[in-house]
């Protein structure tokens, strides 16, 4: 932080995370003396917004800031440090409160946990008896609908905890509906954390705990009609690749799409198209087919739509599988009538990156090298892919020059870059190959021969079919 202006990564990323309706609603919170009693809070936020739309620098004059909201005072750097904190806690009470105005449920509990407490028991018994608590209406996105239930039990038990002794009748249905929540938060957890199980000891820790669990508790056990079917019909396919479930698990998704929050069904139409690109990748092409498919329902649906956004990784993702099974018809149409949804600031640069592997994947050499010349890569794992698009297309148009020149670069980059994880080592092999490549002769059989082993015999290696294609050609030629 320089002396004379600010950050406030805090307040700039959160108000970014609001939609047009939100930010519409927060400015009237700021206008309202019961929650704000510094009205230029509301220009604050404009300027702010202002910064956001446009893209502009986030670091922000501290005299101007004061100017805002200290009109007519003299500059004081301890009292814009106190209004921005104050500024701070206004957005995170915004937050907590315009969620909750969405959460009956949680609204339901909260008001209840009062009546209870001030002892006003006509008002606890009247709202209670309003409170239907056998199914949810699931329009809420924070509260569990079985942890909902459980939540109104436990309240009504500690109200009548509190004159007499319980009946057991009540106490089991409170115990049993912990049970139920107990038993479907490990399934959830289970499925949400395939992904990272896979290559752990966890993988076979979530089947015997899920095993263990439904042996202890069978009355859950396949229970139809609640999210424990839909749950536990996951967690066969994930974790005992149950195929003959994969088909039903959409359909079941719709049935229950009233007990579902957004996000769970945006992630669990995530794991399903992970769990397909996995065995694709384990060489079923008609599972290739599935993931992409998902994709393009989940868009269509809305589904996998942030705020009316799309994010860059699904952008790319169902560019790549459509020019993978040769769609390019549809991935050029997908690029451009999707290209509106990207957010603001990475659209150009996300558009061009995608426009660039198209133009690649159709042999067009000359435009790939074009478009990539101009653009500013976000992702630094989508600069890697476009730098080794780079090479081929030097190679291919015997640019030797710049081929030798972007090897150079190339590396040096890779060689700097500390957090590229599993890829760094790879994309090193890729380069000494092709260094190797350029330095072979067609007559040279026995060193082609050797090097087409050495890469037949790496399992992850960038553009590995297109290394082992260039090599057959020269072991081809006379």
């Known amino acids: 932080m320089s002396e004379k202006s600010v950050k406030i990564p805090y307040i700039i990323s959160a108000l970014k995370g609001l939609n047009a309706k939100e930010f519409k609603r927060f400015l009237q919170f700021l206008s309202t003396d019961y929650f704000n009693h510094n009205r230029n809070y509301v220009a604050f936020t404009e300027l702010l917004h202002k910064h956001i739309k446009n893209n502009l620098n986030y670091k922000l004059e501290k005299e101007n800031l004061y100017k805002l909201l200290h009109k007519n005072t003299k500059f004081n750097d301890l009292k814009l440090r106190h209004s921005i904190s104050e500024y701070k806690k206004l957005l995170n009470e915004f937050l907590i409160v315009d969620y909750s105005k969405k959460n009956d449920p949680l609204k339901a509990k909260i008001l209840l946990y009062i009546l209870r407490n001030k002892n006003l028991k006509y008002n606890y018994s009247n709202v209670s008896n309003k409170i239907d608590k056998t199914k949810s209406s699931r329009k809420s996105n924070l509260i569990d609908p079985t942890l909902e239930r459980y939540f109104l039990l436990k309240e009504e038990y500690d109200f009548a ?82 195929l003959e479930s994969f088909d039903d698990f959409m359909p079941l998704m719709d049935k229950f799409d009233k007990k579902l929050t ?83 600031q990475d659209r150009e640069n996300t558009y061009q990156y995608n426009l660039g592997s198209i133009y690649f994947t159709q042999g067009n050499y000359d435009k790939t090298m074009e478009v990539l010349a101009k653009t500013d890569f976000i992702d630094q794992f989508d600069k890697l892919r476009a730098n080794g698009y780079l090479l081929i297309c030097y190679y291919e148009k015997k640019e030797s020059i710049a081929l030798q020149s972007l090897l150079n670069s190339f590396e040096r980059f890779i060689k700097r870059k500390r957090n590229l994880g599993t890829l760094k080592e790879p994309y090193l092999k890729m380069i000494g190959f092709f260094r190797r490549l350029m330095s072979l002769k067609a007559k040279d059989k026995t060193k082609i021969k050797q090097l087409y082993k050495e890469i037949s015999s790496i399992g992850q290696l960038p553009a590995k079919s297109w290394l082992e294609s260039k090599l057959v050609l020269m072991l081809n030629k006379k």
């Open 262 to 344: 957004s996000n769970e069904r945006k992630n669990l139409l995530l794991i399903l198209i992970s769990y397909s690109i996995r065995q694709s990748n384990l060489g079923s092409s008609a599972m290739g087919q599935k993931a992409l498919e998902l994709y393009l329902v989940g868009l269509k649906n809305k589904v996998l739509l942030d705020n009316g956004q799309i994010t860059r990784y699904t952008y790319r993702n169902v560019i790549s599988m459509l020019c993978v099974y040769k769609r390019y018809d549809e991935s050029t149409k997908f690029l451009e009538f999707y290209k509106a949804f990207l957010p603001e």
């Open 161 to 242: 905890h509190h004159d007499t002794r319980i009946s057991k009748d009540k106490i089991e249905t409170l115990v049993s509906s912990l049970d139920q929540y107990f038993v479907l938060e490990n399934l959830k957890l289970a499925c949400e954390d395939w992904i990272n199980a896979q290559n752990t000891y966890k993988h076979d820790y979530f089947k015997q705990k899920i095993n263990t669990l439904l042996n202890i508790y069978p009355e859950y056990n396949l229970q139809k009609d609640s999210l424990f079917e839909l749950y536990y019909t996951l967690f066969n396919i994930l974790y005992n690749n149950d």
